[in-house]
């Protein structure tokens, strides 16, 4: 099974920590936000990976490189003008191939265990979700006690960023910018999407205060233990 993070995007809420560097590229614990998922991702027993690559791409690629010192393949999906989650993927589904993937925001940080995506899964979309945070209180999706998602009902969870899609569910979109709600909520009216509550460490850096506490969190007693890969 193949992985893709999306590490695309702009980062202007985290300037001016973002103007030289990507946004997956900064630190907190002493690492990328984005080697904490390469290393889960193997450690899952991901087989290789493709991260799309838009601001300061160059950059990227050239700090992480072919993915040899991490044990595990890394090509990279380069879309100049970042295209949006949807609109990346169907760029990148050449490299991804016509089997399953894992997805994963390159801008986030959790002890979701990532090999829970694996094996063999019925629907073409699966959601990994979390209690909403103080900054989305309104949530995106409701999880019902079957596992299958909807749209157009409460209470509502928060995507996390992690899921599990067939390349299917790209494979009509054309070619440009592309956002990820419609084609989720479309295959949510078909019940074709099913879901998980993940209730452990989740965090969504989208500000420089949040990087800043995650850091902390890291780099406190104890919770090194809890970090992916390590």
Do not use: C
């Not at 995007?9 to 103007?19: E, S």
């Amino acid at each position: 099974m193949k992985a893709m993070i999306l590490a695309a995007g702009y980062g202007k809420r985290m300037r001016p920590l973002t103007d030289h560097t990507p946004k997956p590229l900064l630190q907190a614990g002493g690492k990328a936000l984005i080697e904490y998922h390469i290393e889960a991702l193997r450690d899952a027993g991901i087989e290789s990976l493709v991260i799309n690559a838009g601001w300061l791409g160059e950059t990227l690629a050239a700090t992480l490189g072919d993915g040899a010192r991490y044990g595990i393949p890394i090509v990279y999906s380069h879309e100049g003008t970042p295209l949006e989650t949807a609109g990346g993927i169907k760029r990148a589904l050449p490299l991804l191939g016509d089997q399953p993937f894992a997805l994963v925001n390159g801008d986030i940080w959790t002890d979701f265990d990532l090999s829970r995506l694996m094996g063999d899964r019925p629907d073409p979309v699966h959601l990994v979700l979390v209690d909403n945070p103080a900054h989305h209180p309104q949530g995106d999706f409701h999880l019902t006690e079957q596992g299958r998602l909807r749209d157009n009902a409460e209470p509502r969870l928060t995507y996390a960023g992690i899921g599990r899609f067939d390349p299917a569910v790209f494979a009509n979109l054309p070619d440009g910018e592309a956002k990820l709600a419609p084609l989720l909520r479309a295959a949510m009216a078909e019940d074709a999407a099913s879901g998980e509550h993940h209730r452990g460490q989740w965090w969504d850096i989208g500000t420089p205060e949040r990087l800043d506490e995650l850091d902390r969190l890291l780099n406190s007693a104890g919770m090194t233990q809890a970090i992916p890969g390590e």
